[in-house]
């Protein structure tokens, strides 16, 4: 099942960051049982040959990819897809005009994705036409982040949006836009609210990162589907202070 279809379906699907625009990194990543990884080319150094074999380490696995872009011009757009990543992540998202304008670039048709039938994404040659077309339109995943207070007041309009497969909430970015520090600030929480309800109204898949895993089950209740949770950098973070307190507790013990 393509991860579009799992998203529509939403049920509950993990994923994580990619930070290091290394394939290695990846490749490892992509043989555990995560349902998707999210090379993040908005806040890591990825450039387009990073990506190239970044997303060919995920497939060698058959491990779903998306990559958080840097922004939403065309050019982006139409290198991530046509690399063969299954979607992408739209930064910044800001109100349901802004919405369709850039969902348009992700698909093939006019004033949208550029055809060319020699990437990775149509088989190098190998595809027809009509394959690559109905590929496109059946298998790209669209995720929308709502991450600065103008798109959560328009957040109704955006979900209505034809084309988009996901609401992902930048929860961070949204506590900066509303001048708190704290990502459990009542301000916050009022505003991630607003959207998940609005996702839920129109029957649009949810998705969030959030730092505090103990709130996995409050959100899982309220109709949030997708999270992308930690990276490659954090597990690294973790592994080894894991490994320094066993250690620790090892020496402590021999004495």
């Avoid at 998202?93 to 048709?109: D, L, P, S, T």
């Avoid at 109905?134 to 709502?146: E, L, R, S």
């Avoid at 609005?198 to 309220?222: Q, R, S």
Wanted: charged share 20%; net charge negative; proline share 4%.
């Amino acid at each position: 099942m393509s991860l579009k279809q799992l998203l529509a379906e939403k049920k509950p699907l993990l994923g994580t960051f990619l930070k290091t625009p290394h394939f290695h990194n990846t490749e490892v990543l992509a043989h555990t049982n995560l349902d998707v990884l999210c090379l993040d080319a908005e806040h890591a150094p990825f450039d387009r040959a990073d990506l190239d074999t970044c997303v060919l380490a995920a497939k060698s696995q058959q491990m779903p990819v998306v990559i958080r872009v840097p922004d939403t011009e065309n050019t982006t757009l139409l290198n991530a897809l046509d690399l063969g990543a299954d979607g992408v992540v739209l930064p910044h998202i800001m109100n349901a005009e802004h919405a369709r304008k850039v969902v348009k670039k992700c698909f093939y048709g006019p004033d949208g994705r550029g055809y060319a039938g020699s990437t990775r994404f149509a088989g190098y040659t190998t595809k027809k036409l009509p394959d690559n077309l109905a590929n496109n339109k059946n298998q790209t995943c669209v995720i929308a982040q709502i991450e600065d207070l103008e798109a959560v007041e328009d957040i109704e309009a955006i979900c209505q949006v034809d084309g988009i497969d996901c609401i992902f909430i930048g929860r961070m970015d949204l506590t900066v836009a509303l001048e708190q520090v704290n990502a459990s600030h009542s301000d916050v929480l009022t505003a991630v609210e607003k959207v998940v309800a609005a996702a839920n109204k129109y029957n649009k898949n949810c998705g969030m990162f959030v730092g505090d895993l103990t709130e996995l089950p409050h959100w899982i209740a309220k109709g949030v589907s997708l999270f992308l949770l930690g990276s490659d950098h954090s597990f690294m973070l973790a592994g080894a202070k894991q490994l320094q307190q066993t250690f620790n507790a090892a020496v402590a013990t021999a004495k």
